[in-house]
Every structure is written in structure tokens, then in C-alpha cells.
């Protein structure tokens, strides 16, 4: 499979106890990766303002690092991942993962 981009993904990481004690989550340093991302669709909403939705599948190798809570930066959006990352398998075994992001704007 050719992968015809690059995407950042940023996990999430534990950091400091607030005050009441729970842990604060935060960014953690992004890692590059190669990926293939296709826009799907994208809608406008007005419900007390104007709010676009944009859909994105993207196809990554099997040995990245993504989950359902990653942020992904591509192309200058920042997309949020929707659900768990499914594996994708051929008949040599895993192959790549895949899975749908999307983009909120307004």
C-alpha cells in the first residue's frame, strides 16, 4: 500500500494531581506517521450557530500508535478519532488499521 500522507498523532498522557486529586490529562509530544486519508463527507448545522462537521477514513500501518482518545493533525485540521482504531487483516495477518476522524469547525 502506497501511504500518499503523513499525519501527527498526539496521545494523550497523565501529568499532575489537581487539588481534589485526579489526574490531569494533557497532550503529549505528537509522532509522525504515514497514512492514506480520504475525506468522506462534511455538513453544516445551525442550531444557534453555525457549526461544520467534516468526516475523514484513514488508513494507517499496523504499528502505529492510535487510539480512540488520539488527536490527529493533517494538513493543518485537527481531527478528533471516532471509536477504536479497527485492524485490518490480509492473508499474511495484520496489515494496517482503520479508522474515521472528523473535524468540527464553529
Known amino acids: 500500500m ?7 498523532v498526539i496521545n494523550p498522557v ?4 489537581n487539588e ?5 490529562t494533557t497532550d503529549g509530544t505528537p509522532t509522525f506517521s504515514p497514512a492514506w486519508v480520504q475525506p468522506m463527507d462534511a455538513t ?3 442550531i444557534n450557530r ?3 462537521v467534516s468526516r ?5 500501518p499496523k504499528d502505529t500508535v492510535v487510539s480512540a482518545v488520539s488527536k490527529i493533525v493533517w494538513e493543518g485540521k485537527n ?3 471516532l471509536g477504536e482504531p479497527q485492524p485490518f487483516h490480509n492473508r499474511n495477518g495484520l496489515h494496517h488499521l482503520e479508522f474515521d476522524a472528523r473535524e468540527v469547525l464553529g
Open 2 to 8: 502506497r501511504w500518499y500522507h503523513t499525519i501527527s
Open 14 to 17: 497523565d501529568g499532575a494531581k
Open 20 to 24: 481534589y486529586g485526579d489526574t490531569i
Open 44 to 46: 453544516e448545522e445551525e
Open 50 to 52: 453555525d457549526t461544520r
Open 56 to 60: 475523514f477514513h484513514v488508513l494507517v
Open 79 to 81: 481531527l478528533e478519532v
